[in-house]
């Protein structure tokens, strides 16, 4: 029988992956096959794909300590922000991404939330949706999932909020990256509507 291991991540304890290669993030390869399940469920049936975006963002912010990128840290925050806070669509979340570019020393550096007992995971969204075949329990799970993982980070991760806030603003308002626009009339779209937000 195979050791079980915890994810350093989110916590959830699987039996150690049939692969020899490491983690992209603060996560056990076995985590990370879980999710690579259910992101191939959403590429299969693409009325699920405008989850897409929220399940990289979500696994990403659940995952955001010891190795994981900074840039993918803060994207995925960038991104729990805009779609949960603001409404922004998949694809108006991933035409911010797009030109976020890299790190400045104007990015926060986070101490991210702990592991906890009761937050869902990767794998609750699994045992909804793809491994019953069910589009409408992956989307409540999947949706019910970013949700707690974006609610604690704002309970425990002090100012997260306005710390992507100030970033975004860093990158777009201060930077002159909302130059060059015109042209790219989706993502211009979206960028338009950030800085909106960001100047109110
Ligand atoms: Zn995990």
Redesign the pocket.
Known sequence: MRSRTA?P????VLPEAATSERARLH??PA?EAVLDEILGYEFQHPVMLRYNQLTIDTYGA??AGGSAPQVRVCSSLAGLWLALEHGFSAEDVRAVHRRMGDPTPAWPLFDPPAPRQRWL??LDVAEAGVRQHSDGGHARAAGQWAETVWNAWLAEVPEVDDRIEAMLRSIFLETGHNEGLHGTIGSASAIHRLLGLLEA
């Open positions: 994810c991540g989110c916590g959830i996560a056990s985590c659940q995952h995971t990767v």
